[in-house]
């Protein structure tokens, strides 16, 4: 499952973006969004700051809420407000 998760998270481009939750499904594990999460955490050198909350919410907090929205600006991904701007920077998996 974790490698899987990984492989769907490096698809992820610069400056794009992608949720928990559809990770979670392009990695073929529905419903796993948590699962993600982990594996962000207990991975090295993923591109952590391009997965973000539905609706494009950052999730992290405190200065590793900055941190992550300073990486997706210095890669172009606008913001409506405290959210990415999904329209803009949603990367959409292909279907296999």
């Not at 796993?32 to 494009?56: C, I, K, M, T, Y």
């Amino acid at each position: 499952m974790h490698k899987r998760i990984v492989a769907a998270i490096q698809k992820i481009p610069r400056g794009k973006v992608s949720t928990y939750g559809a990770v979670a499904r392009a990695a073929g594990y529905p419903g796993a969004a948590r699962q993600v999460a982990w594996a962000l955490h207990g991975s090295f050198g993923l591109a952590w700051h391009r997965v973000v909350g539905a609706a494009g919410e950052i999730k992290l907090r405190g200065d590793s809420a900055i941190e992550q929205r300073l990486r997706l600006e210095g890669e172009g991904v606008t913001f409506r407000g405290r959210r990415v701007n999904m329209s803009r920077h949603e990367f959409a998996f292909s279907r296999k």
